[in-house]
Every structure is written in C-alpha cells, then in structure tokens.
C-alpha cells in the first residue's frame, strides 16, 4: 500500500449509530463544506432523493447523479451521488473528490452486495474527508481493516418500542406493514384496501419511478398505509410512526429464514422520524416477537458482525481459466470471507459449462466481454437459466457485431415491451425487461447513439413504470375512500360541495346525490366505502339541510303538493310520506330522508308538512266535514242526522240498496237540509256532489289506497281518471271500494261517475216516458237507447248495452205493426235526411268544402219530436239509428223488428225489508189506500216519535259506526205535510209532550 494512502488514514471517519440518527444528513452537509464530493447509496431510490436535496442548494449544474440505470452528468459536476456499484473509483483514485462517503456499510456481511461495500471501504478514499455511515454492529470489522479510523456515534432522536400484536383491521394511521414476498404484499394491500381505504406498495421488483410514486403516495398523505418488503430498511425515509411485521421469516436466496434481531431493527426504524416516536410490532399470521430480540432492539444492543465479504477484484482477462482463478482468489486479511458465487459468477459458469460459447472466445477481450455481460443484473428474477440464456443471445449479438448491439436488434426488443396494456403482474414482468435495456443503453461501448437509447429506453420505462402505478393505485387505493376518511378525521371543515341539480361530491369526490331531504349514496364496492361515504355525506350536507328544513317549516301552503304516491312535494321533491292515522282522514306523516339535519329543524319541519296536511284535508273535504259539525250539532235538524251521519262515514256517498230504509225514512224536508249541503239523491247512490270534484275525490283516493289498510284499501293503485272523465273502459285491477272512493261506480264494461250515473237514470226514466206515449204501450214500461245517453257516458252503442244489462234492464225484440212502421219510417226518413246534409263534399275546382246545392242554407236538421210528456222539463230524447240498408232501388229498408228495453224484474238483487211493526207489504199497501181513522194524526206521531228516538242514537255517536253496517229500519208510513204544530218534526226533535189540546194556563203565574 502506497505512502500516501497510508497518510490519508488519520481522514478516515466512522459514523456510527441506530437508524434516525441524522447521519446521512451529517454526511450530506460535511460533503457540501467541501469543494467537491461524492457518497455512493445503497438504493437507487435513497440517490435519487439525496440528489434532488443538494440540486436545491447547489444547482443542477455542480451536481450529478449515476446509477445503473440512470446518468445525469454535467460536464463540471463537483458532487456526484451515486449507488455504490456506480461509484467512480477511476476519478476516486485519482484525488478528484475532497470527500468520499459511503452509506450502509453494514452491507458488507450481505451475501449477494457485500464484497462490493467491502472493496469500497478498503479503496475509496477523499482526499480531505472519508466518511463511513452504518450501523454500530461493523465497528469490529472497520477497526480490523481501518485500525487508524476515528468513530463518532450518535443517538437515535426519538425512541422505538415494541406495541405488540395487532390485528390488521385495528393498525394505527400512519402505519408500514413488512412482509417478504410479492404474493404476501398483494394480499395484506388487498386487506388494508378493504379495511382502510387504500395503501401504497414499496418492493425491489419496482422501477424506481414506480416506487417514487408510491412512496409519494403515502408521504404525501393520500394514503396512511404502506405495505412493503425488506426494501424500505435502507435509506428510504417514510413519515411512518408504526412498523407492523406481518411475517418474521424471509428466503435469503438459499433457504427460508428467521430475521436477524439486527435485521428487525433496521426495518423497524423506519418508524418514528426525528424527535417523534415510533413503535413496531407484529399483525396479521405473525408469531409474536421474543422477548429478548425485543430488549435488543430497544436498546440497540447487537452482536458484531464477525466478517466482511470479499471478492477479488484485480482480475486476470487473459483466459476463462485465469479469470476463473482470479475470482476464486481467497483474501489475505482477517476478517474478510470470500463471497458465495454471486449472479454474475453463476451466470459466468453456466455460459462455459452449459451454453458452449468456449469456441467463441479466443482473445483477452472476448474473456473481457463476456464477464461485462455477466454483470448484466437479473432484473427479471426469472432464475439462472432464463438469465444464461439471455446473456448468451447478448454476448453472440456483440461477437456478431464488432462488440455493439445492432440498431435492429435493440429497437426489436424495446418495441416487443412498449405496451401499457394488462395488469398488474404483466405491467411489472414487462418493466423488469426493459430495465435491462436501460442498463445496456448506458454502455457507451456497447452501443452507437448512446443518448438516444438512453432517452428511447427511459421513455418506455417511464411509460411502463407510470401505467404500473396507475393499476396499483387502481386496484389498492379507493381515491374516495381515503379522501373522505381523511377529511372526516380532520380537524377543519371538508371541502364539500352540493350542485343545483343536488349532485354532492367532498375533497372533489362525488358522494352520491340529495333529492329533497333523502340523500342517495353512489354505489360502494365495500362496506368501508359505504360507511365513508355516509359519514362524509353528513358532515357535506348537514349545513344544506338545515337551510332547507328552515324553509320548510317557514313555506306557505302553496308551497307544497301532494303526489299520487302519497308523498308530500316540496320544491318538486317528496320530503314525507302519508302514513296510516287513527282514520281515514286522520293520515300521519313520516319525514323522507333529512336525519342528517337538526333534530330540532327536522321537528319543526314535520310539524309544518303535518299543518299542511291537516289544512289540504280541511278544504278538500269541506262538503264531507260540514255534514260531521251537522251530525254532531244538537241543534241540527233531528230528521237529517242520520242519513247526514252515514254519508260522513262513507266519505260522501252511499248505495241506495245497502241504505234502502234509511233513505226512503228521510222525508222531504231533512232531505233538503242535505241538499243544501251538495247532497244528491240519485237512482242509485246518494252522494256529495262536492267530493265528485277532481281535488276532493283525487285526495280520497290517495289516501284510500295508499294509507288506509282496512275495508279493502292499501292497494297502492288510486283510481285516478282525468279531470271531468265521465265514464271510462272498464279496468279489473281497481276493487268496487277504490272505484267508489274516487266517485266512481262499475257498470258492465264502462266505470261511471255517480252524477252522470243519477243523469242516466234520469234519462231512462224519460225514455220510458217518451216511448210508452207514442207507442200506448201498456205493462212494463219500455224505452229504446237514445243517442244523449250514450254522448252522455261517451261510449259506444256495445258497451252502453252491457251498461244497461248491469244495471237491471233486458232487451227486448218488438214486432211493429202498420201505424208503428209508418211512424219508424217517417223518422227513418227524417234522420236519412238530416245525416245526407251534414255530408260536406269539397269543391273540385276551389278545393273548399260546400253543402249539397239542393240543401236550403238557413234549414236546420230536425228529427220527429214525440208528444209532449206531463213532465215538460227535460228535452226530447233522439233514438239512436244507423243508416239501414237499401233496395236494388236505393230506398232504404224498413225494419219490422226494433230492440226495445225494460228493466228485468228476476235479476233484481235487493228486496225492500218488511217495516219494523212486522207487517206485510200488501197490508201495509192496504192500510195505505184504506185512509182509515188509525192513521190519524195522534198515530202518525206516535211512530215518528219511535223513529226519531232510533235515529237519534246513531247521529249522537259522535263517528261511531253501526256494527252492522246498516241502520235499522224505521216504520213505513206516507208522509203528508203536518197540519198542526204537535205533528211538525221540531215538536219531536224538542222531545215536546204535546196534547190535541194545549193545557190551559194557571192564573197568577
């Protein structure tokens, strides 16, 4: 050894110490003192990051970065960070750098690295300053190769302590979880996803873009998770606070070991960065930690390393054999081993034993080459023999071509890998291909146009090592998630933001969306994310919220509206629904959605929707509420109250058949305090004419179907026909009691509203009037369809056919004789007539529609008018016709035979009830036309006294219903206006005892 290494001993420097010790930071700062420097890394991710520190201070131009696969080398660059592999020991040789440095050289005793940091502390020289960093475990083994070398140790910062074991669900934020394979790390990232959201992966197998990446990933926060392997124990500084071991065992290359208490140290203290304090343990499958390795790591106390490993490295190129020899060469100083065969020395021996490439080397610079592809790394891990073959296919390209790679050749295996398609695995299996190719292009000898390899490979790489990033955020980081978990655990207010068409995204992402009060959550791939999104859902729309039930509790009436669902509308949104009240009527109201607002505002909020509930029922039903505050006034009229009180219960209507007594018991006069309050007495059905209106009878019917499940509601299908729909096509789906709530009746194929029904009765009624006095028919009365009847219903001649059938009516065939013929075919005649002059011809030449020439302009179509009937108050009726058939002449044919119709006395299916004194209809119809004496006034009073002493127990009950659902029936008896004040009906009402004679007042009082 020469004089003057000799004398740069007393520069040489130890650093020694746990790690977050500072000491790369020390070493950094001593280099940046000098003129010049450089220190070589373990990790070509740790250079990167050393090298974009000192470009802030120093500029880009005084620095440079080289590593093996990435050179960055201005042309009077004073401070180089490099990988130790790629430290320039031709220029260290040559005192170019005032400082050397060399980081981890507890590397030494790694059985694959080791001979490399070995070579380096025993060569690498400053010419001011040699700095060694590493663990206070090499001490012995520099004192032995150094003895003149100083030591300087430094303490950890912060301190390190064992947590114990945690369940993989329950670890702390901020967390690194170490495991020892690719498949390990894969699934526990799967887990953390699930569990946490996300988390970003650090392993070897990465390019050091994609690892930059994640690493940012987790340093910058976006993730609180990071799942690595054994790569993150070197130099890579993480803003972690707990490392979790989720295995203790790892292969070494050659079998399946325990971690060294060392080795656990070194990867735990990443945790806890300068004066903050980490902690380490174990989770998931992990054995527990002894106790002993855990007192080791605490305090930092490790056993020496014994050795060094070493590799010769003068060697002999004159022939394999020599180079063979040189490498086999074992040490000369204590403390140093000889390295196990390495990959490259493998590889070295499987080319000259297996692949037979011994013919093609015959000169001292083959032997050279092929030992500088050797060193090639196997950066695809695809074994010895993938890596052999490979390196043979190089070494025949260089022989082929002058010691360079053809043009062709490179561009063909670039291009087969510069695809960013696939998943993960294929992603990565492609970036460690072109990885290799990266390294070749940074070999100036091997290559023409070096720079524009260098750029062409980087691209694929970066574009490779960032489509790679992608998926692993796309398949281990839900972006939603994390944000949104993050922005919940933070202190200040989310970033939240709700669009007018009520889309809600926090920390930019998108929620879901608020229709109303209800918050519609987006779709979750996870129970975690669903949680998530909730939570920041109600932290995002909870001031929105009580900004809208303020409005509501403060809205007027018109603000709102009720849907055909039963839901109450609000700014063309339900906010509650209809629920099933006390009564009918009495519906309650169940808020839709806003549990995320204020308690108190959402209680104010029902309140309001509650008031206007009440109010819509109020004013709809105003007819159907007079008829309760008559029925529950004891100064109503005493005759009406009872039909009033059923007409309440049945909400406005009543079949005449189910109420017959009753309603034939209600005289004229309680009949008119009805009337007065919209009451109809139709044929069929009494009923409010009121609650037929398009509000009232919609609100009934809502409330039938959708909240009331008794007496056949709850079907959740209201009849709801157009406003003013007098009749419509038959629908099986709706029940008679849904039909009747919303005025409606089934008759046959058509569903009828209750006037238009009381109007055809009428109309029928007519008819019969009108046909039996033209024809003098006697018996039955009869009548033919009219066309206003069937204009009135709006249907067609079939279906108003089955109408009548429904109703009880049978058609009839009746033969006409010569007078009736010639009546039918004078009006036949009248009708032909009338039909010809409503046909409007267009004119040929003007294209304008014209009358017939021989039609007068002013004469109007008139059919036969019948006779005037006793009852002139209704117009004459037009029996409906259609155009016969005609002779071979054209006259048309005169039917013998018309249909006529009466009602059909066998299908009846009600009879009158016999009256309460048990007395047939025929005596009852006899004491009737008697007109004897018993049926005197003191009689008559005696039975309306009874009558009224029944009816009025059911209008005091107040809305309670007969159980029987009908009332009883009361005495029949023919009305007659009273001649006297002890008949009239107040005297009863007023429970008066009154005599034939009044009593004679007693004088004096």
Not at 647 to 674: A, W
Request: contains cysteine.
């Amino acid at each position: 050894m020469s004089q003057t290494l000799m004398a740069l001993y007393s520069h040489i420097t130890a650093v020694l110490g746990a790690t977050n010790t500072g000491k790369t930071h020390y070493a950094v700062e001593r280099m940046l003192a000098r003129t010049s420097g450089v220190i070589g890394l373990p990790l070509r991710l740790l250079a990167r990051e050393v090298y974009d520190k000192i470009v802030v201070i120093k500029g880009e131009s005084a620095c440079a970065l080289i590593t093996g696969e990435e050179k960055i080398t201005p042309p009077h660059a004073r401070y180089v960070v490099c990988t130790v592999e790629a430290m320039p020991m031709d220029e260290i040789r040559a005192g170019k750098f005032a400082c050397v440095i060399i980081d981890e050289v507890q590397m030494v005793e790694h059985k694959e690295r080791g001979h490399i940091f070995t070579d380096k502390i025993l060569h690498a020289r400053g010419t001011e300053e040699t700095l060694l960093l590493g663990s206070d475990t090499v001490r012995p083994i520099i004192r032995a190769l150094i003895p003149d070398a100083r030591f300087h140790t430094r303490e950890r910062f912060s301190v390190l302590s064992y947590s114990g074991h945690t369940k993989l669900s329950r670890l702390p934020k901020r967390s690194v979880i170490v495991a020892f394979s690719s498949a390990e790390v894969y699934t526990i990232a799967e887990l953390v996803r699930r569990n946490f959201g996300g988390c970003a992966l650090v392993m070897g197998g990465l390019s050091p873009r994609t690892r930059n990446a994640q690493a940012e990933l987790y340093q910058s926060g976006e993730v609180d998770y990071l799942v690595a392997t054994d790569a993150i124990g070197m130099g890579l500084n993480l803003d972690a606070d707990h490392v979790a071991f989720a295995s203790l065992r790892k292969f070494d290359g050659q079998r399946r070991r325990y971690l060294y208490a060392s080795e656990i140290a070194q990867i735990a203290g990443r945790a806890g960065r300068f004066r903050k304090d980490g902690t380490f343990g174990t989770t998931g499958q992990s054995l527990p930690i002894d106790d002993d390795v855990i007192g080791r790591i605490e305090n930092h106390i490790f056993e020496p390393l014994q050795y060094a490993q070493w590799r010769n490295t003068q060697l002999d190129f004159s022939s394999l054999q020599a180079l063979q020899d040189s490498l086999a060469k074992p040490p000369n100083l204590k403390f140093l081993r000889r390295i196990a065969p390495a990959t490259d020395e493998i590889a070295l021996e499987r080319l000259i034993r297996t692949h037979e490439i011994t013919e093609h080397i015959d000169t001292q610079y083959r032997v050279k080459l092929l030992w500088d592809v050797c060193q090639i790394p196997d950066f695809r891990n695809l074994g010895p023999e993938a890596h052999a073959r490979l390196l043979e296919d190089m070494f025949l390209q260089l022989i082929d071509n002058k010691g360079k790679f053809s043009h062709t050749y490179i561009e063909r295996n670039i291009q087969r890998l510069n695809y960013s398609d696939g998943n993960v695995e294929i992603l990565a299996s492609r970036l460690s291909s072109v990885r290799t190719w990266t390294y070749i292009s940074h070999k100036h000898s091997w290559v023409n146009n070096a720079q524009n390899w260098i750029k062409r490979t980087r691209s694929v790489e970066d574009k490779l090592s960032d489509a790679l990033h992608t998926k692993l955020v796309a398949r281990f980081v839900d972006r939603r998630t994390s944000a949104l978990l993050k922005g919940i655990g933070a202190k200040t207010q989310m970033d939240a933001h709700i669009t007018p068409q009520g889309e809600v995204t926090a920390e930019g992402h998108r929620l879901g969306h608020l229709k109303g009060l209800l918050f519609i959550a987006d779709e979750a791939s996870s129970d975690l994310e669903a949680k998530a999104v909730q939570a920041a859902a109600q932290m995002a729309i909870a001031p929105e919220l009580d900004r809208r039930l303020t409005q509501i509790s403060g809205s007027n009436h018109d603000a709102f509206s009720l849907s055909n669902a039963a839901e109450i509308i609000w700014d063309s949104h339900p906010i509650a629904k209809l629920t099933m009240g006390e009564a009918l009527l009495k519906p309650k109201t169940e808020m839709i959605g806003g549990e995320f607002g204020s308690p108190a505002l959402l209680y104010l909020a029902s309140g309001r929707i509650a008031d206007f509930l009440r109010t819509e029922i109020a004013q709809k039903c105003e007819s159907l509420f007079a008829l309760k505050t008559f029925c529950d006034d004891p100064q109503s009229f005493q005759g009406a109250r009872p039909l009033a009180h059923v007409l309440y219960e049945n909400f406005g209507f009543v079949n005449r058949l189910d109420h017959l007594q009753l309603i034939k018991d209600t005289e004229r006069q309680s009949r008119g305090y009805l009337r007065n309050m919209t009451a109809q007495f139709g044929y069929h059905h009494v009923f409010l004419r009121d609650m037929l209106k398009p509000a009232p009878a919609r609100l009934i019917s809502i409330l039938f179907t959708h909240v009331w499940n008794k007496d056949g509601g709850g079907t959740k299908n209201p009849f709801l026909p157009p406003n003013g729909m007098a009749s419509t096509p038959n629908d099986a789906s709706y029940s008679e009691a849904v039909l009747n709530k919303a005025g409606y009746t089934r008759q046959g194929p058509r569903i009828i509203r209750f006037d238009m029904l009381a109007r055809l009765a009428q109309m029928l009624m007519q008819a019969q009037n009108e046909y039996n006095v033209n024809t003098d028919t006697k018996g039955p009365k009869q009548f033919r369809i009219a066309q206003e009847m069937m204009a009135l219903l709006g249907c067609g001649y079939e279906d108003f056919e089955g109408i009548l059938k429904a109703l009880g009516y049978k058609k009839l065939t009746i033969t006409l004789d010569e007078k009736a013929q010639g009546v039918e075919t004078t009006e036949l005649t009248e009708f032909l007539v009338a039909l010809d002059s409503q046909h409007v011809k267009p004119d040929p030449q003007t294209g304008k529609d014209t009358k017939p020439a021989n039609m007068p302009k002013e004469e109007k179509i008139q059919t036969a008018k019948p006779p005037a009937t006793k009852s002139q108050w209704e117009k004459p009726l037009n029996v409906y016709r259609v155009r016969p058939e005609t002779n071979e002449d054209g006259t048309p044919i005169i039917a013998v035979d018309i249909d006529a119709w009466q009602r059909d006395f066998k299908k009846r299916t009600h009879r009158p009830k016999h009256n309460t004194q048990g007395e047939s209809a025929d005596q009852a119809r006899g004491s009737r036309e008697s007109g004897s004496q018993e049926s005197g006034s003191r009689a008559r009073r005696s039975q309306r006294a009874d009558k009224f002493s029944n009816y009025a127990n059911i209008g005091a009950g107040k809305g309670k219903r007969p159980s029987s659902g009908r009332h009883k029936s009361a005495p029949k008896k023919s009305w007659s206006a009273p001649k006297t004040v002890e008949e009239s009906p107040f005297a009863a009402l007023a429970g008066l005892q009154l005599t034939d004679k009044k009593p004679e007042k007693k004088k004096g009082k």
